[in-house]
């Protein structure tokens, strides 16, 4: 039994289940009587997102991710990436793009992060509790990053602003990427910090979107139905 790709798996699917249920639990039933989005369309770009991520990750073996230039490049390719899909015309403006967003961004951030996780484990001499909980860390970071900036492009689509919205996402990845490259040059006291501080950044970026960006897009459209209705 490949148990190397049982554990990424269960980190990778596990974590990437767990924070949509989390984020998008508050705007569907049966927290709401009417749900904000169409499940079957929450599924299908998670799916997508899945497709891409392992996409995505396969490119990313043939380069070094130490590199500034390199790691500058995926970031933008990543996000606009993201921005093709959710900007298709049955999206634009459209409250529920804002979701959509997340569940693409998780689907990409499950199969990245399954990916270095195998890899990780399959070429890891020793297994260890550190080795194993930095590899944890590492997935989480993935769905996190993946999942906000997700998330952040489809509020913009949603509100009309896609490139204010966009250029925001790509900024918040690049600032990850460049605070990743010491970890992947094996760095260790610059590497272990910033891996740290990385954790910290993606989480508290994560807060902002979930209890910030998306209540604010989602009042902006009920006010808006509200005015509508008083007409």
Known sequence: MNYEMLIAGAIGFA????LMFWTLRNYTYPKVEKPFFDDRKIFGLFALGLVLGIAVFSLQTWFDLAAVVVVLSFAVAEELLKLVILNFPRFQKKLD??????????????????GAVYLSL????EVSIWSVGTLVLLALQLVFLH???????GVGVARGTPWGFFAQAALVH????LMMIPFYMS????GAVLFVGAVVFLVAYYLYVHYRLLPAVVSEQVSRLVSKSKR
């Open 15 to 18: 974590s990437a289940i767990g």
């Open 122 to 125: 399959v070429f890891l001499e």
């Open 187 to 190: 760095e260790f006291t610059y």
């Open 147 to 153: 999942g906000t900036t997700g998330a952040t492009i």
């Open 97 to 114: 793009t804002s979701f959509y967003g997340v569940s693409l961004g998780l689907g990409i951030g499950s199969t990245m992060s399954f």
């Open 174 to 177: 690049l600032v990850y990427n």
